[in-house]
């Protein structure tokens, strides 16, 4: 079975503090993706990685960096942390794509952070 | 960017009715996949729709793929109570592994 673990479900943070979310994927997984999810507005992409040090910004990568050292592990960084990034924050990963298919997203279970 | 447009944001239903969600693309999409997330849990993996006018079933789920393939609608037959949750539909961007995930429509089955 396919496992992404979150380092936390739960983070409380104050603002301006640095804050890491880290994510690991144990199936050997080329792409990795970091979301945020708020009601009504469903799963939007922060960041992307599809190879080691490699990295591209989603939707919504204002406030935040990425870093991808080791294959496995995808760390999500909120330099100066800010109340409007209060959300769930979703890991998933998957294989690189092939033609008109596209690989099965796995999902972590998600930390939930509240910037105070 | 690629969006996409799901509705409804909302559906109440009775146990025993049927459900359908529906997403719709401006765009030609290459390919979609459909997430189901549980109250408290995370996005899993459903189904994925390549061909045009593709239809599949997995029990009581039916998954359809437009003949021009901007739009595809998940239909759910006499729902049941383990149907609650938000389904995303979530279309392939580019060449990359990346999904454009639709806002989502949340399912509230009574019993």
């Known amino acids: 079975d396919v496992k992404v673990t979150q380092s936390s479900r739960y983070l409380v943070k104050r603002t301006g503090e640095k804050v890491f979310l880290e994510c690991v994927q144990d199936m050997d997984h080329e792409n990795m993706f970091w979301y945020r999810q708020d009601p009504g507005l469903g799963l939007r992409l922060i960041y992307f990685?599809?190879?080691?040090?490699?990295?591209e910004k989603g939707d919504i990568p204002e406030g935040y960096s990425v870093s991808r050292e080791k294959k496995e592990r995808f760390s999500l960084i909120l330099e100066s942390a800010s109340t409007n990034q209060t959300s769930m924050y979703l890991c998933?990963?998957?294989?690189?794509?092939?033609?008109?298919?596209?690989?099965?997203?796995?999902f972590g279970p998600g930390t939930r952070l509240t910037v105070l | 960017g690629q969006q996409v447009m799901q509705i409804p944001q909302y559906q109440h239903v009775q146990e025993g009715e049927d459900f359908t969600t529906y997403c719709n693309s401006s765009t030609t999409l290459s390919n979609i996949q459909w997430y189901k997330q549980r109250p408290g849990g995370h996005p899993v993996f459903l189904i994925q729709?390549?061909?045009?006018?593709e239809v599949k079933k997995q029990k009581r789920l039916t998954f359809q793929f437009g003949e021009a393939k901007k739009n595809s609608s998940l239909h759910i037959t006499a729902t049941q109570t383990t149907d609650v949750g938000t389904y995303f539909c979530a279309p392939g961007s580019g060449n990359t592994g990346k999904l454009i995930f639709g806002q989502g429509t949340t399912l509230q089955v009574k019993p």
């Open positions: 990685s599809y190879d080691v040090k490699m990295k």
């Open positions: 729709l390549v061909k045009s006018g």
């Open positions: 998933a990963s998957s294989f690189m794509a092939s033609g008109g298919w596209r690989d099965t997203q796995y």
